[in-house]
C-alpha cells in the first residue's frame, strides 16, 4: 500500500534492494537473542490476552446497552447503539512481552456520557470475573480506568463519538470523527489512531516488528526510554522504526536495525521525522504544515504523529538528553557494525546501561510522603517536573549534561520519631531504619512510614581548563530551589504531608538499591586516573569536618552508610576522573551544594494521622 507516488511517507526509498544473505543470517541471530532476553509472551499468555479482550468488548456493550435502556431507549435500540473496544499501545502494534499491559480504548455512542463510563462502567469492571485493582482517575488529563483481568493488566479510556451508535466496523481514521467531540475524547483517541497510522504506513508489518521490539529493549536497557524524563518513548521510538523501514522496503530486520543506528545517529536534527505528508486537515483547519517545521526551534529531535492532530511526540527532549540519545545511537551503530562483519554479537547491544557508574556527581531528588497512595500521585508530579530542573541545570557553566535517570527508586521506613521522618525524608536511611518492619512501630506515638521516591540526575562537569589554578566550585543552588518552588507550586501540593529534597551525592555513597545484586564494584577496583586522589572510594572528609547549618535536622546518630549529605558546602574537591562514559569529564571540580534551607524543603507528615 503506498501513497499516489509509489511509496510510502514523504520522501522516497534510499533503496529498495532485499537483504542479502548476511542480513538474514544476522536477522535470525537477532530473532533467537530477542527470544533468549524474554521479550515475547508465551502462548499462553497471548491465549489469556485474547479471552480477556472478547469478555470486555462484550461488557463494553453490555455497559452501553445498559446506559441506552436507562436514557430511555427500547431494548432493541440500545443494543444495536453497540459500542466498541480498540486497542493502541504495545499491544496493538504487536511489540509487547510478557507481563506488558493492553492499552485499550471504549468507543461509545453520544448518549453515553464520560460520567457513565466512571460511575456505570467502573464498577461493572469491579464485578467483572476476574478483575481485580480497578481504579478509576476521572480527573486525570486523559482520564483513565486500570485494572487487572486474570493476571493481565488492563487500561481503558473512553471515547465518545457524535454519533448515535458505533458500527461493528467502524474505523479511527476518519478525520472528520473529530468533529463535535470533547477535547478529552480527541486525546483518548489519538493513542489508538496514531498506532493504526503508523501500521498502515509501514511496508511490511512483520519487518517492523520485529526491529521495534529490538529498539525498544535495546533503548530499555540504555536507560533512554521514558517521555517523561526527556527521552524518546514508545510512541517516538515506533514512528522512527517505522520511517527507517520506509527507507528499506525491502529489508528484513536484521538490516533496518543496522540502518536504523547509522541513519539515526547521522540524523541533522532537528529535521522531523514525518511518516506522513499533513497538509491542510479535512476539518478545515490550518494544520501543521511540515515545510514550516525546521523554522521551530523549540523541538530539538522532532518525531511527528502521522494523524491529527499533528503533535511531536519528543517535545520533551532537552539539550543533555538529546546528547545522551546520540551518544548511545553512535554506540548501536558501532556494535551493529561489528555484527554484520562477524566479530561482535548481538547481546552487546543489549548491555545494560551505566548510568550509576559514568557520573563523579549525581543529584538525589527525593519525594517523600507518610501515604502509599499519596506517594504514588506526589512522586509523580515531582518526577514530571524533573526536566525542568534539567533544563536549568543545562544554563550552569561548567555543567556539560544533566542526565535524568528514566526511574525512581521507592522505599518504604518506619520511623519511630520524628527526628528519624526528618531524616529519611532528607535520604538519610540508617541500617536501623531499613530494617525496622511495620509491625515494629505499630502502636507507638510519632511513629510512623515514610514512602520515600528517589531520582537520579548524573551531572557531567566540563573538565578544568589547561592552567586553571586552585579549586572551582559549580553552584546549582539557582536551579534546584527553582525546582523545588516549581514542585510546590502543584495545586495539591502541602507542605505538612509532602516533603521534597534536592540533595548532591558523590558516587561513591550512592546507596544500594540502585544497583543490582553484584553490581557494585569493589571500591578498590575502581577506576582512578593517574594522580587523581582516592576521593572516589572514601569520604573526603571525616564528617567532623563537614559544615552543617544550624538548622540542619540531622540527627545526632546520623546512618553510617549515607551521612555524607552531600547538601553543604564541601571544600573543594581534588580533581578526579570519572569511571567511565561517553561524557566523563578528565577532570571534576568542586561543586557547590544546592543549598536548600532545610526547614523548607523536608517537611513530611506520616501522613496517617
Ligand atoms: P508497554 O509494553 O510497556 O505497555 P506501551 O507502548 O504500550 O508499552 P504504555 O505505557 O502502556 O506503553 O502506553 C500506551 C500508550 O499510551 C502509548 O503508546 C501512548 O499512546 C499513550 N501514552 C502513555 N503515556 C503517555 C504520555 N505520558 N503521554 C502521551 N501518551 C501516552
Ligand atoms: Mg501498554
Known amino acids: 500500500m503506498t501513497n499516489d507516488r509509489g511509496y510510502l511517507g514523504v520522501t522516497p526509498p534510499i533503496s529498495t534492494a532485499e537483504s542479502n544473505e548476511r542480513e538474514k543470517e544476522v536477522t535470525l541471530t537477532l530473532m533467537e537473542e530477542l527470544r533468549r532476553q524474554g521479550t515475547f509472551e508465551s502462548d499462553e499468555e497471548a491465549r489469556t490476552r485474547e479471552l480477556v479482550l472478547g469478555r470486555v468488548s462484550a461488557l463494553v456493550k453490555k455497559f452501553v446497552q445498559k446506559v441506552g435502556i436507562a436514557r430511555g431507549l427500547s431494548e432493541a435500540s440500545a443494543t444495536a447503539a453497540g459500542g466498541k473496544i480498540f486497542t493502541f499501545g504495545s499491544y496493538r502494534l504487536g511489540v509487547h512481552g510478557p507481563g506488558s499491559d493492553i492499552d485499550t480504548l471504549l468507543v461509545v455512542p453520544k448518549h453515553v456520557s464520560r460520567d457513565d463510563f466512571f460511575e456505570i462502567f467502573e464498577p461493572m469492571l469491579r464485578e467483572f470475573d476476574g478483575a481485580t485493582e480497578v481504579a478509576g482517575v476521572p480527573e486525570a488529563y486523559v482520564p483513565i480506568i486500570t485494572a487487572n483481568i486474570s493476571g493481565i493488566p488492563i487500561d481503558f479510556l473512553m471515547a465518545r463519538l457524535a454519533l448515535s451508535s458505533i458500527p461493528e466496523d467502524l474505523s479511527l481514521q476518519d478525520d472528520n470523527l473529530l468533529r463535535n467531540i470533547d477535547e478529552r475524547c480527541v486525546r483518548s483517541l489519538g493513542g489508538s489512531r496514531v498506532a493504526n497510522e503508523i501500521l498502515r504506513l509501514v511496508p511490511n508489518v512483520q519487518v517492523f516488528r520485529d526491529s521495534l ?43 533496518i536495525v543496522s540502518r536504523f543506528f547509522i541513519i539515526l545517529y547521522q540524523w541533522s536534527w532537528p529535521q522531523p521525522v514525518l511518516l506522513k505528508q499533513i497538509e491542510e486537515g479535512p476539518l478545515q483547519v490550518k494544520v501543521w504544515n511540515p515545510k514550516l517545521y525546521p523554522a521551530d526551534r523549540s523541538h530539538r529531535m522532532p518525531i511527528i504523529t502521522p494523524t491529527y492532530p499533528a503533535m511531536c511526540a519528543t517535545h520533551n527532549v532537552t539539550a543533555s538528553t538529546q546528547m545522551i540519545t546520540t551518544e548511545e545511537f553512535k554506540r548501536g551503530a558501532d556494535i551493529v557494525d561489528k555484527v554484520i562483519v562477524g566479530t561482535a554479537q548481538w547481546s552487546e547491544l543489549f548491555q545494560k546501561h551505566d548510568f550509576f557508574h559514568k557520573y563523579r556527581y549525581y543529584l538525589q531528588i527525593i519525594a517523600s510522603t507518610g501515604d502509599a497512595d499519596l506517594q504514588i500521585k506526589w512522586s509523580g508530579t515531582v518526577e514530571s517536573r524533573i526536566r525542568q530542573l534539567v533544563m536549568k541545570l543545562e544554563y550552569v557553566d561548567s555543567l556539560i549534561l544533566a542526565h535524568p535517570f528514566i526511574k525512581g527508586f521507592e522505599q518504604v521506613c518506619y520511623c519511630l520519631s520524628e527526628e528519624e521522618i526528618r531524616a529519611v525524608a532528607q535520604g538519610e536511611i540508617s541500617e536501623t531504619i531499613s530494617k525496622r518492619k511495620k509491625e515494629d512501630i505499630e502502636g507507638k506515638e510519632g511513629a510512623g512510614p515514610v514512602h520515600t521516591t528517589t531520582f537520579y540526575v548524573g551531572l557531567a562537569i566540563e573538565p578544568k581548563q589547561p592552567g586553571a589554578t586552585g579549586p572551582r566550585r559549580l553552584d546549582i543552588s539557582y536551579p534546584t530551589t527553582e525546582f523545588t518552588k516549581l514542585v510546590k507550586m502543584w495545586e495539591k501540593f502541602d507542605e505538612t504531608t509532602m516533603g521534597i529534597v534536592v540533595r548532591n551525592i558523590k558516587s561513591s555513597l550512592l546507596p544500594d538499591n540502585v544497583f543490582d545484586p553484584g553490581e557494585r564494584q569493589p571500591k578498590s577496583a575502581v577506576k582512578r586516573s593517574k594522580g587523581a586522589k582516592s576521593s572516589n572510594t572514601s569520604p573526603d572528609m571525616p564528617s567532623s569536618k563537614r559544615a552543617r547549618t544550624s538548622n540542619d535536622p540531622s540527627p545526632k546518630d546520623a546512618p553510617v552508610k549515607t551521612n555524607d549529605n552531600g547538601t553543604l558546602p564541601p571544600i573543594a574537591l581534588t580533581p578526579v576522573v570519572e569511571t567511565a562514559g561517553a561524557f566523563a569529564p578528565k577532570e571534576s571540580s568542586g561543586i557547590k551544594s544546592p543549598q536548600l534551607p532545610f526547614g523548607e524543603n523536608v517537611a513530611v507528615a506520616t501522613g496517617a494521622q
Open 213 to 255: 521490539r529490538c529498539i525498544k529493549l535495546w533503548a530499555q536497557q540504555r536507560a533512554i526510554y521514558s517521555n517523561v524524563n526527556g527521552f524518546f518513548g514508545g510512541v517516538a521510538w515506533a514512528m522512527v522504526v517505522a520511517r527507517i523501514c520506509q527507507l528499506y522496503p525491502n529489508a528484513i530486520a536484521g538490516a
